[in-house]
């Protein structure tokens, strides 16, 4: 709920990403990475988990079945592994932006992306479920 004075009890929080329409959806991606503000996060690899919404239009791919008309699974996986296992950044917040930037690069066609990362050693240290962010990304005009 958005904590708005003249909002009455129906108001509901609209956020300004409002992707809709077809997706690529990507769950439970795990890699291996040297991310992290803290000393030992810098030296030692902890595992990441990833997952990822690409949308775009998948209109034509189902009309004609073809691969070359949609993004590939693979290939999105391998361009995610490639950013979280590749150089070391201080914020998860700077991981999952190259992630999406990445993303935006390599596949013309995708229009919006959320990327959610969990850091699972950093959540059995605080007695959490999930300790992570998420972060939703809208290609450059």
């Given at each position: 709920?958005?904590?708005n004075?003249?909002?009455?009890?129906?108001?509901v929080?609209?956020?300004?990403?409002?992707?809709?329409?077809?997706?690529?959806?990507?769950?439970?991606?795990?890699?291996?990475?040297v991310?992290?503000?803290?000393?030992?996060?810098?030296?030692?690899?902890?595992?990441?988990?990833?997952?990822?919404?690409?949308?775009?239009?998948?209109?034509k791919?189902?009309?004609?079945?073809?691969?070359?008309?949609?993004?590939?699974?693979?290939?999105?996986?391998?361009?995610?592994?490639?950013?979280?296992?590749?150089?070391h950044?201080?914020?998860?917040e700077?991981?999952?932006?190259?992630?999406?930037?990445?993303?935006?690069?390599?596949?013309?066609?995708?229009?919006?992306?959320?990327?959610?990362?969990?850091?699972?050693?950093?959540?059995?240290?605080?007695?959490?479920?999930?300790?992570?962010?998420?972060?939703?990304?809208?290609?450059?005009?």
């Amino acid at each position: 709920m958005e904590n708005n004075a003249s909002c009455s009890s129906s108001c509901v929080f609209q956020p300004r990403f409002k992707p809709f329409g077809d997706r690529i959806v990507l769950r439970g991606l795990r890699f291996l990475g040297v991310h992290g503000v803290n000393d030992d996060e810098k030296k030692a690899v902890q595992p990441f988990i990833v997952d990822v919404d690409a949308w775009l239009n998948t209109e034509k791919a189902g009309e004609t079945d073809n691969l070359n008309d949609t993004v590939s699974y693979t290939d999105l996986h391998r361009a995610i592994k490639v950013v979280v296992e590749g150089p070391h950044f201080d914020l998860l917040e700077a991981l999952a932006n190259s992630i999406a930037t990445t993303i935006f690069q390599r596949f013309r066609t995708i229009t919006d992306v959320r990327v959610r990362i969990d850091m699972p050693k950093v959540a059995a240290k605080k007695d959490a479920d999930y300790v992570g962010l998420e972060i939703f990304r809208s290609a450059p005009s």
